[in-house]
């Protein structure tokens, strides 16, 4: 069963009752992260998700982590590029517990001076920790050559000097700017009576002053550039990205099985290439990402620095035959079959269906629709997948990044 609500101030509710399971995930996600922020804001709306848990006006930091863990219940957070989402998972006769606990947090956070200090020195570090990650690293940098130093370039961490310098009076201005309630859902999967959920919803954020909330253009600039970080490091590490479908495009699931298909596992053409008959990766896969606007797929490696553009020259030459031979039936079928089981699986996680039922209507103002999906993959042809391929790998359009041990950085 799933019910929808629209409060009086514009929060929009969302709940998926799901039988037979002992346990409810809820969630309150925020149309906001990275990809808004202007150059002075980099960083600003991960410092804010780390500050709503560091205390509100009845509760510390420290009485807000022990009262999630004296209900048995999880909590936590994240900010993404267009995205900031904050959620806990109880077992469902603590459900409306964990929900109040989750609301104070988010209305109510009062960003005590004393624990801001302490979280820039947490999150700075956390910045440290992403550049010693040279998978990230790389990533990141890859996100910054396609898209610049803006929009979806911007890496969520923010570089230590902003974090450093935000004010508190610049968190509360960004969060009374982007965190209204025309720009929020409340989620809810699991065992949870909707009745229940959205009288939840209602006494909690029901209360949140309405506001002319202005939606701010994310800049979107895609280019083909080449970045390159030199560290001492034992690996190698290289990604590409190539413009791929937006979320709402109509090739989108094709894209996504033939994602599957060139390195979306262990039967991958990538890893069955690259790091099987080769030898010359350990870690060699691609993904999607889909937004609004446009869409990015990368292939991601790690390797021997001695061996760098030998693993380059083997991933063009797999993309290559791919473009060239294009797929056959049995390994259309296998990664439709893959895509597929992948939207199932997901149907049995109350995590992943609270995140998969806020994001579509925070970003579509509909319900998730599961069985269209189901009917999406189901009418692909391999005819699809094909002209996915067709349109998805112009290399006079790839970005590359590296990182490692190198004296100049991977070229195109």
């Known amino acids: 069963m799933i019910e929808t609500r629209t409060l009086a101030n514009g929060v929009r509710v969302i709940v998926k009752q799901m039988e037979g399971l002992l346990s409810v995930s809820m969630g309150v996600l925020v149309g906001t992260g990275a990809a808004f922020e202007t150059d002075a804001e980099d960083g600003i709306s991960h410092f804010i998700e780390h500050m709503l848990f560091k205390g509100t006006p009845t509760r510390t930091a420290f009485e807000l982590s022990d009262a999630f863990d004296a209900l048995g219940a999880q909590v936590n957070a994240f900010t993404g590029k267009d995205m900031t989402c904050f959620y806990s998972k109880a077992t469902s006769d603590h459900a409306a517990e964990a929900f109040a606990l989750l609301a104070d947090l988010f209305l109510n956070a ?38 610049g130093k803006g929009g979806y370039g911007r890496n969520i961490l923010g570089p230590a000097s902003n974090v450093e310098g935000f004010t508190r009076e610049d968190l509360l201005a960004y969060r009374a700017e982007r965190y209204c309630p025309e720009n929020i859902v409340v989620s809810f999967a699991g065992c949870i009576d909707v009745a229940e ?101 990368s292939v991601y490696a790690g390797v021997n620095p001695a061996k760098a553009g ?63 999906r189901m009917a999406e993959i189901a009418a692909l042809r391999r005819e699809d997948v094909l002209q996915a391929i067709a349109c998805n790998f112009d290399f006079s359009r790839a970005a590359i990044a590296t990182v490692g041990n190198l004296e100049k950085g991977l070229s195109l």
């Open 310 to 372: 030998d693993a380059l020259g083997a991933v063009r030459d797999v993309i290559g035959q791919f473009v060239r031979e294009g797929v056959s039936e049995e390994e259309f079928s296998r990664g439709r079959e893959q895509v597929k089981s992948g939207a199932v699986f997901s149907q049995e996680n109350t995590s992943a269906q609270m995140l998969l039922y806020g994001k579509e209507m925070l970003y579509n103002r509909r319900v998730y629709d599961f069985e269209r």
């Open 110 to 147: 009062n960003f005590p001076e004393e624990e801001m200090k302490r979280e820039k020195g947490v999150v700075v570090e956390e910045i440290h920790m992403d550049e010693d990650s040279p998978e990230d690293l790389c990533l990141d940098l890859l996100a910054r050559a396609m898209f």
């Open 197 to 297: 959920a959205l009288e939840l919803a209602e006494r909690y954020f029901g209360g949140m002053a309405p506001t002319h909330f202005c939606e701010r253009k994310k800049q979107i600039v895609q280019t083909a550039g080449n970045l390159f970080r030199q560290k001492p490091i034992e690996q190698a590490h290289f990604a590409l990205a190539f413009p791929t479908a937006a979320r709402e495009d109509a090739m989108r699931p094709a894209v996504q099985v033939m994602n599957t298909i060139l390195g979306g596992g262990m039967s991958s053409r990538l890893f069955k290439r690259v790091r099987e008959e080769l030898g010359l990766a350990y870690s060699v896969y691609s993904y999607c990402t889909h937004y609004e606007e446009t869409g990015v797929l």
